[in-house]
């Protein structure tokens, strides 16, 4: 049996480049694209003392905001803390930067833990504009709430390869499923899905196999169907939103 994970890590390490902009100060290139297809970078600093800042330089709310998203509303705010808090993330208000202080030795966990949080923020809010009354994370709380789905949010798992993978809703087992944990997409590319894939395939080593992952997508756009594809490979189940009503036993 191939080892997928060993093959994902292996593949990791031989895309990724780093290049220091000043002493003390690094730029880490990773082969993950953003929806502009440009590859996403994180920003290691040493703060002396043993202590060093993992940062995404400012980048991704100010992306957002140059696409036209606007975080000045409440409840944005809360839904964008909410998101950083479920990888342990904090918010530099002032300068938009998203960053994370740790020591040597939790270095790789926090790079990891940035690079989730700035394609899980991106993915978020991307859809999103002024004008929309709510986002894809309200609406699928929202759904749950009215049938009576009872979840937790933002659980965050141990992996095989040490990694933490933090899921969106977690649905206890009972009679009829096994537990589920999901997670949403509301940007459909091949770069989410493989994360997506790789976070399932280290929890599942590392859990056993009596569990499920179902993603649920937003189609309010055209979808890749080679992604949804891709998932079924791994006995991950795709459920697109638009038919949310038709798989709500595997909900309950």
Not at 3 to 15: G, M, P, Q, S
Not at 162 to 173: A, I, K, M, N
Not at 188 to 208: H, L, P, Y
Not at 211 to 216: A, G, S, T
Request: glycine share 6%.
């Amino acid at each position: 049996m191939i080892d997928h994970i060993d093959n994902y890590l292996k593949w990791l390490k031989e895309n990724m480049t780093q290049s220091e902009i000043k002493p003390g100060l690094c730029e880490i290139t990773t082969p993950f694209l953003d929806r502009h297809n440009d590859y996403t970078q994180i920003y290691v600093e040493d703060m002396r003392n043993g202590i060093f800042e993992v940062s995404d330089g400012g980048y991704t709310l100010s992306d957002l905001s140059l696409c036209g998203m606007d975080f000045s509303t409440p409840k944005r705010k809360e839904l964008l803390q909410q998101s950083l808090n479920r990888l342990g993330i904090k918010l530099d208000e002032k300068q938009g930067i998203l960053y994370a202080k740790c020591s040597k030795s939790e270095l790789p966990s926090i790079q990891h833990r940035m690079i989730q949080s700035m394609l899980d923020v991106n993915d978020m809010f991307y859809l999103s504009s002024p004008n929309i009354k709510s986002l894809f994370y309200e609406d699928v709380k929202s759904f749950f709430d009215s049938h009576e789905i009872y979840y937790s949010e933002g659980m965050s798992v141990m992996g095989k390869s040490g990694f933490s993978h933090t899921y969106h809703f977690v649905l206890q087992r009972n009679k009829r499923n096994p537990q589920r944990f999901i997670n949403l997409m509301n940007t459909v590319s091949r770069s989410n899905a493989e994360r997506i894939i790789f976070s399932w395939g280290d929890t599942k080593e590392a859990r056993g196999n009596d569990e499920k992952l179902i993603v649920l997508i937003n189609d309010s756009q055209k979808i890749n169907d080679s992604v949804v594809a891709g998932f079924q490979q791994y006995n991950i189940s795709p459920f697109l939103w638009s038919k949310r009503n038709e798989n709500i036993k595997d909900f309950a």
